[in-house]
C-alpha cells in the first residue's frame, strides 16, 4: 500500500487499461477516462481503498490530448496529498457542536457549585443536631450507670447477709453427720471399695462404658450395704444430700455475689470513662452483638430466688438436725453373697474382654498389611500420572509448533487431526489415572480410619482389663469378718 495517494499497479489485482492516444478514434467525443485500478479483495484482509478519501479516490472527467501523450498520463493521476493532512480533513467538530459543549460545562459547575453551597448549609445544621443528640445520650447513660450500681449495692450486702447465714448452718449440719458416720463407720470400707469400683468403671471409654453385670451386681452391693445401716445411714445420706444442696446454694450465692462484684466494678469503671480517657477505643460491630440475658425485672428476681432458696435449704437444714439419731443393722449374710456375686461377674467379664481383644488385635495386622498394599498402588498410579506428563508435552508442543506456518499451510492434515486426538487421549488418560488415585486414597483414608479405630478400640479394651483387674486387687481388702458398733 502506498502511502501518498496513489493506486496500486499489481498484475494480480486486474487488468491494467491503457489510456494512449492510439487506442481513441479520431473523431469522437472526449469519453471519461476510467481509473487503471481494479480492486480485487481477499478474504481476511481490509479492503484496499477503505483509507482513502472521495476526494482523491475518484478519477476527474478530463478531455483526452491528441498531441501529448506523456500530459494525459500524468493528468489523469490524482495530486499527492501527505497522511496528516487528509485525515484532518475528516476529524473536526461543528462550531454549534463547540458552543454547546461550552455552554452545558458552564451549567454543570453553576449546578455544582448550587449543590455544595446548600450541602453545606445543611451538613452544618446537622453536625450541631448531632453533637447535641449525642452529649444528652451521654449524660443520660452516666445518670443510668449511677442508678444501676446503687441496685447492685443493695442486693451485694443481701446476699452477703444470707451466706453467712448459710454458712453457720452448714458448718452445724457438718457436725450431726460426723457423729452418725461414726456410727457406721464399721461399713464405711467395703461401702467405699464398692463405690470406689464403680468410680473406677466409669473411667471406661467409649462403647466399653456399659451398664453389664459387673455394674449391676455393684450397684447392688452399694444399696444392700446401704440396708444395712438402715435408718442411721438413711439419714446420714439425707443429711449428705442436704448438704450438697446447701454447698449448691453456697456457690450460687457465692456465684452471684462475685457476678455482682464484677459488673460494680465495670458498671464503675464505665461511670468513670469520659471522652478525654486513655482507654477508650473503638469496637466496630459491637452494637449489633446483644449477649444480654436477662432485664431488670429477672435480674432482680434472680438474686430474690437465691436468697429464698438458700432459707429454705437452711430450715431443711434444721430439720434434719432436730431428726438425727444413732442407727444401725446388719445383715451379714446377704453382703457376704452378693460380694461372692459380684467377684464372679469381675471374672467373667475379664475373660470376655480378653477373647474380643485378641480378635481385635488380628483384624489390626489383616488391616495394616492391606494398607501397606494400598500405599503401593498409589505410588504406582502416581508414576504413571508423571510418565504421561512427556508425551503429552511432546504432543502439545508439536501442536504449538505446527500453529506457526504460514498462510494457507496452516492446514488441518492427518498429523494436526492426530496430534489434536493424541493430546485428548493422553488427558483422557491422566484424568482417569487421577480418578482411580482418588478412589485409591479414599480407600486408604478408609483403611487409616480403621485401623485408628481398631486401635482406639484396642486401647479401650486395655484400658477397661486394667481397671477391673485393679478393682478385682481393691476388692481383695474387703473385711472378712465385719465387726459393727456404735461410736460414743
Known amino acids: 500500500m502506498e502511502f501518498l495517494g496513489t493506486t496500486q499497479t499489481a ?36 479492503y484496499l481503498n477503505s483509507w482513502r478519501p472521495s476526494l482523491f479516490y475518484k478519477v476527474s472527467n478530463t478531455q483526452t490530448c491528441l498531441d501529448e501523450g506523456a ?81 447492685i449495692g443493695f442486693w451485694k450486702s443481701e446476699l452477703s447477709y444470707e451466706l453467712e447465714r448459710l454458712l453457720n448452718e452448714n458448718h ?25 469400683c464403680l468410680y473406677q468403671r466409669e473411667k471406661r471409654i467409649g462403647i466399653d462404658l456399659v451398664h453389664d453385670n459387673v455394674e449391676k451386681n ?25 448438704m450438697r444442696d446447701n454447698r449448691d446454694a453456697q456457690h450460687v450465692l457465692e456465684r452471684d455475689r462475685e457476678d455482682k462484684n464484677s459488673a460494680e466494678f465495670i458498671d464503675e469503671k464505665c461511670l468513670n470513662l469520659r471522652n478525654t480517657s486513655d482507654c477508650i477505643s473503638f469496637f466496630h460491630g459491637v452494637e449489633k452483638i446483644d449477649g444480654t440475658i436477662s432485664v431488670p425485672e429477672t435480674w432482680a428476681k434472680f438474686s430474690n430466688d437465691n436468697i429464698r432458696h438458700s432459707q429454705n435449704m ?24 452378693q460380694f461372692a456375686s459380684t467377684n464372679l461377674a469381675f471374672n467373667a467379664r475379664i475373660a470376655e474382654v480378653t477373647d474380643v481383644k485378641n480378635k481385635l488385635q488380628m483384624e489390626l495386622a489383616k488391616t495394616l498389611q492391606e494398607v501397606f498394599q494400598t500405599e503401593n498402588t498409589i505410588m504406582l498410579l502416581e508414576r504413571s500420572i508423571m510418565a504421561k506428563e512427556s508425551p503429552l508435552k511432546v504432543a502439545q508442543t508439536r ?56 486401635e482406639h478400640e484396642l486401647a479401650m479394651k486395655a484400658s477397661t482389663l486394667c481397671i477391673d483387674k485393679k478393682c478385682m486387687g481393691m476388692r481383695k481388702t474387703f473385711p472378712s469378718t465385719p465387726c459393727l458398733g456404735i461410736c460414743p
Request: aromatic share 4%.
Open 11 to 46: 498484475s494480480y489485482c486486474g487488468p491494467k487499461k491503457a489510456c494512449g492516444i492510439s487506442t481513441l478514434p479520431p473523431v469522437a467525443p472526449a469519453p471519461v477516462s476510467q481509473g487503471c485500478y481494479q480492486p480485487c479483495y481477499l478474504p481476511g484482509y481490509r
Open 71 to 151: 500530459t494525459c498520463r500524468s493528468a489523469l493521476r490524482p495530486p499527492t496529498t501527505l497522511p496528516a493532512v487528509r485525515s484532518a480533513l475528516f476529524c473536526r467538530y461543528r462550531p454549534h457542536d463547540w458552543d454547546q459543549s461550552n455552554q452545558l460545562q458552564i451549567h454543570t459547575a453553576e449546578a455544582s457549585r448550587l449543590w455544595a453551597s446548600q450541602l453545606m448549609g445543611d451538613s452544618m445544621r446537622l453536625m450541631q443536631n448531632k453533637d447535641q443528640l449525642t452529649r444528652q445520650m451521654q449524660e443520660g447513660t452516666c445518670r443510668n450507670l449511677g442508678q444501676r450500681l446503687s441496685d
Open 172 to 196: 452445724s449440719l457438718d457436725e450431726v453427720k460426723r457423729r452418725l458416720e461414726c456410727a457406721a463407720e464399721e461399713l464405711n470400707c467395703p461401702l467405699q471399695v464398692a463405690l470406689e
Open 218 to 242: 455393684l450397684i447392688r452391693e452399694v444399696d444392700l450395704l446401704k440396708c444395712c445401716q438402715e435408718q442411721m445411714r438413711k439419714l446420714a445420706q439425707r443429711i449428705d444430700i442436704q
Open 314 to 337: 437452711q430450715a431443711n437444714s434444721i430439720q434434719l438436725r432436730e431428726e438425727a439419731q444413732n442407727l444401725f443393722d446388719v445383715l451379714l449374710d446377704q453382703m457376704w453373697k
Open 399 to 454: 501442536l504449538e509448533c505446527r500453529t506457526q506456518r504460514p498462510s494457507v499451510e496452516l492446514c488441518r492434515d492427518v498429523p494436526q487431526f492426530k496430534l489434536v486426538n493424541e493430546v485428548f487421549t493422553i488427558n483422557d488418560t491422566v484424568q482417569t489415572l487421577k480418578l482411580r488415585l482418588r478412589e485409591t486414597q479414599d480407600i486408604q483414608q478408609l483403611l487409616v480410619m480403621t485401623k485408628c479405630r481398631l
